[in-house]
């Protein structure tokens, strides 16, 4: 009996390649997504730049245009106290507020701030992006949503030689 199942599986298999094939093998359905282009790079610039720009100037409207209300961004630094690394999540309308208020005094960043943005890759809709300010390094992921691109996730850190 068992020789059996064995055969008409197989025979089965052979008239239904779909049915041999394991989930991770199957072909993955086309979808319609386009190489990215050159105003799609300009575009992931302008977008992971904004962010900060919105920090330095007080822009909240800036910062809502770049972040996506999924963000998720992440803080990492080392407790002054027990010397362990702390991750702290912001949301997205920390952001929002962070925009309107951190740099009030202004004197959070440097009167004419470095902001360097390189594209470290970008497939379809999505890019990677790595954001060097005056004290802060961080690693974007951006996501072209409804046409638009998005500032999905964001971590960063203080640079290792630079004071806050």
Request: glycine content about 4%; aromatic content about 8%.
């Amino acid at each position: 009996m068992k020789y059996v199942s064995v055969l008409l599986l197989a025979a089965l298999c052979c008239l239904n390649p779909a049915l041999a094939a394991d989930k991770h093998s199957a072909p993955h359905a086309k979808t319609n997504v386009k190489p990215p282009t050159e105003q799609d790079q300009k575009e992931v610039k302008r977008i992971a730049v904004g962010y900060l720009i919105a920090l330095q100037q007080l822009k909240p409207d800036l910062m809502a245009e770049v972040m996506s209300p999924e963000l998720n961004k992440q803080t990492s630094f080392i407790n002054r106290e027990n010397g362990k690394t702390v991750i702290r999540p912001t949301t997205y309308e920390q952001m929002l507020e962070f925009a309107k208020t951190w740099n009030a005094k202004g004197d959070k960043f440097p009167k004419d701030p470095s902001n360097r943005v390189t594209i470290l890759d970008m497939q379809g809709t999505m890019a990677s992006v790595k954001l060097e300010s005056d004290r802060w390094y961080e690693y974007l992921h951006l996501a072209k949503i409804d046409g638009q691109w998005k500032i999905l996730n964001l971590y960063w850190q203080n640079h290792p030689d630079r004071k806050r």
